[in-house]
């Protein structure tokens, strides 16, 4: 059984078009993340949501929306997408905010020519 | 400031030698920490945790352990494998709001 999934698992697209990212988790955390991870490997976080309310907003440019439809679900919508967002996405998600173990998705690898 | 410093890589050994990756960590305070392991082609996953001073965290042979001391928490193995090929990376809870803050990664090739 899968416990954090993503959707699309790749994604190749043209520069200045609008693009989504899914995310389902089945463990029935509370909390779930947005992760980046660039061509360096080095990875960042971007966004959380504890029951649906964004709790971390960090320095990411405004083309940039998560959406958290339920507990459940985390997408990530990105608009107008640059070059520089080429990048591995990854989804987490933890029990809740207190120091708990995350547990990530697959990643999505997008590829913006 | 807040960061994990991880030792550069990549680290090349022969199968069964010894593993020693480097971590060490800028903190008030004592987080959570953490080594997270990405095989190739795939995401991250959970290797082991320590979440208080003199905690040792241990799986699969690897083992670390929280030494507010030197504010390290360096990865070992005693004998590694050619499956342990993939990239580490150190991290530590940052905030109120369970914030991961990773290390840069280190990249290890075992070779048969």
């Known amino acids: 059984d899968t416990a954090v999934s993503q959707t699309p698992k790749y994604l190749v697209t043209q520069m200045g078009n609008d693009k989504s990212i899914k995310c389902e988790q089945n463990?029935?955390?509370?909390?779930m993340y947005w992760y980046k991870q660039d061509s360096k490997k080095f990875l960042k976080i971007m966004f959380s949501y504890n029951n649906k309310e964004l709790i971390i907003n960090e320095t990411v440019p405004n083309r940039f929306s998560p959406k958290s439809p339920d507990k459940a679900h985390l997408n990530l919508h990105i608009n107008s997408l640059e070059l520089g967002d080429s990048a591995v996405y990854f989804c987490a998600s933890s029990p809740g905010t207190n120091k708990e173990t995350q547990y990530f998705g697959p990643g999505t690898r997008l590829l913006v020519l | 400031g807040n960061s994990v410093t991880q030792m550069e890589g990549p680290v090349t050994l022969s199968e069964e030698a010894f593993l020693t990756i480097n971590c060490t960590y800028t903190?008030?305070?004592?987080?959570?920490l953490f080594w997270y392991v990405q095989y190739p082609g795939e995401g991250l996953q959970l290797l082991l945790k320590?979440?208080?001073?003199?905690d040792k965290g241990s799986n699969k042979g690897f083992e670390a352990t929280y030494r507010k001391e030197t504010t390290s928490f360096h990865l070992e193995k005693g004998s590694v494998q050619v499956s342990d090929s993939a990239v580490y990376f150190c991290?530590?809870?940052?905030?109120?709001?369970?914030?991961?803050?990773f290390g840069a990664g280190t990249r290890l090739a075992v070779h048969p």
């Open positions: 903190a008030t305070g004592y987080p959570s």
């Open positions: 991290a530590r809870v940052s905030g109120g709001y369970n914030k991961l803050i």
């Open positions: 463990l029935g955390h509370d909390t």
């Open positions: 320590a979440t208080k001073a003199d």
